[in-house]
């Protein structure tokens, strides 16, 4: 069992930036990942940012360049760095750990991009 707690979400404004945590506490995880869900979608989570346990990264390609995933296994922390933010990005952000068989998620952190 894992338990994913998020943090960090917001109202900023386009072209700022969040630092977005998730603590994460219980058994072994072998991918940590940033999943999110914008208004009017409520059946479509969109993969946003991945890390594996040896580091490895994957992005969507609308916010490479952008976004970084990045955690600490001391603290077993994962955070998801979101700079030059855009309305687009507007979104429910969920904390997502995968061991299989087994996908755990977090609560969910509301993001809001707007002037």
């Known amino acids: 069992q894992v338990q994913l707690v998020e943090s960090g979400g917001g109202l900023v404004q386009p072209g700022g930036s969040l630092r977005l945590s998730c603590a994460a506490s219980?058994?072994?995880?072998?991918?940590y990942a940033w999943y999110r869900q914008a208004p009017g979608k409520q059946r479509e989570r969109e993969l946003v940012?991945?890390?594996?346990?040896?580091?490895?990264?994957n992005y969507a390609d609308s916010v490479k360049g952008r976004f970084t995933i990045s955690r600490d296994v001391a603290k077993n922390m994962v955070y998801l760095q979101m700079n030059s933010l855009k309305p687009e990005d507007t979104a429910v952000y969920y904390c997502?750990?995968?061991?299989?068989?087994?996908?755990?998620w977090g609560q969910g952190t509301q993001v809001t991009v707007s002037s």
């Open positions: 940012a991945g890390i594996t346990r040896g580091g490895s990264t």
């Open positions: 997502n750990a995968q061991h299989a068989p087994y996908d755990y």
């Open positions: 219980g058994s072994i995880v072998s991918i």
